[in-house]
């Protein structure tokens, strides 16, 4: 006999660790890295992101690339994971 599976709740999108300019510089200094090495990862150019830890807003897809680039393995993980079953 075979149950009839309910749908997959839409799970919830994982904190993003980098809202701010701020968060980013602190991590960037302390990965000791430059503005043209931190950024390149990203490609963004030095410019881009020296506006954005200035405060100028992080678009959401820099801040998505800025969390699986730099954030945990875990993090990382869940923001893929979550990523894909939004398809």
């Given at each position: 006999m075979t149950t009839p599976t309910s749908p997959a709740k839409p799970?919830?999108?994982?904190?993003?660790?980098f809202k701010t300019g701020d968060d980013v510089r602190e991590m960037?200094?302390?990965?000791?890295l430059n503005q043209?090495?931190?950024?390149s990862r990203l490609s963004v150019t030095?410019?881009?992101?020296s506006r954005y830890e200035s405060g100028r807003s992080i678009p959401g897809p820099v801040r998505l690339l800025?969390?699986?680039?730099y954030g945990t393995e875990k993090q990382a993980a869940d923001l893929l994971a979550w990523l894909r079953g939004m398809g």
């Open positions: 799970r919830k999108q994982p904190a993003l660790r960037r200094k302390k990965l000791g043209a090495e931190f950024w030095q410019s881009g992101g800025l969390h699986m680039t």
